[in-house]
């Protein structure tokens, strides 16, 4: 038999900032959050890239605790899109991008 070590200290892994999508709404983890730094939010869509912008402003859709109600934006682009998506942040732009190509697999 093959015994493999369990080693309950190993590397840490960075956490990441997730989008949830369901029919009404996104869900940002406490990272995507801690990331936009902002109580509202502009929200964008990219059709030929099938890519959501999530961008802090001053003046857009709050924030509630950690959801953003999104279904007048889901019903306006066409976006069916459901499940949970790493976000790609844009320091300069102050923005989180989500590929709606690019599912989250596993738990996290």
Same mark, same amino acid.
């Given at each position: 038999?093959?015994?493999?070590?369990?080693?309950?200290?190993?590397?840490?892994?960075? /956490?990441?900032?997730?989008?949830?999508? #369901? /029919?009404? #709404?996104?869900?940002?983890?406490?990272?995507?959050?801690? *990331?936009?730094?902002?109580?509202? +939010?502009?929200?964008?869509?990219? #059709?030929?890239?099938?890519?959501?912008? +999530? *961008?802090?402003?001053?003046?857009?859709?709050?924030? /509630?605790?950690?959801? +953003?109600? #999104?279904?007048?934006?889901?019903?306006?682009?066409?976006?069916?899109?459901?499940?949970?998506?790493?976000?790609?942040?844009?320091? *300069?732009?102050?923005?989180?991008?989500?590929?709606?190509?690019?599912?989250?697999?596993?738990?996290?």
């Amino acid at each position: 038999m093959a015994f493999e070590i369990y080693k309950p200290r190993g590397e840490r892994v960075p /956490k990441l900032p997730l989008v949830t999508i #369901s /029919k009404n #709404s996104m869900v940002l983890n406490k990272h995507a959050r801690e *990331k936009l730094c902002a109580e509202k +939010v502009e929200l964008a869509y990219d #059709s030929e890239t099938n890519t959501i912008r +999530v *961008k802090a402003t001053e003046d857009g859709q709050n924030i /509630k605790k950690t959801k +953003v109600f #999104s279904r007048g934006f889901f019903n306006h682009f066409g976006i069916a899109a459901k499940g949970k998506y790493q976000a790609e942040y844009n320091e *300069k732009e102050r923005a989180l991008y989500v590929n709606l190509d690019k599912m989250q697999k596993g738990p996290q």
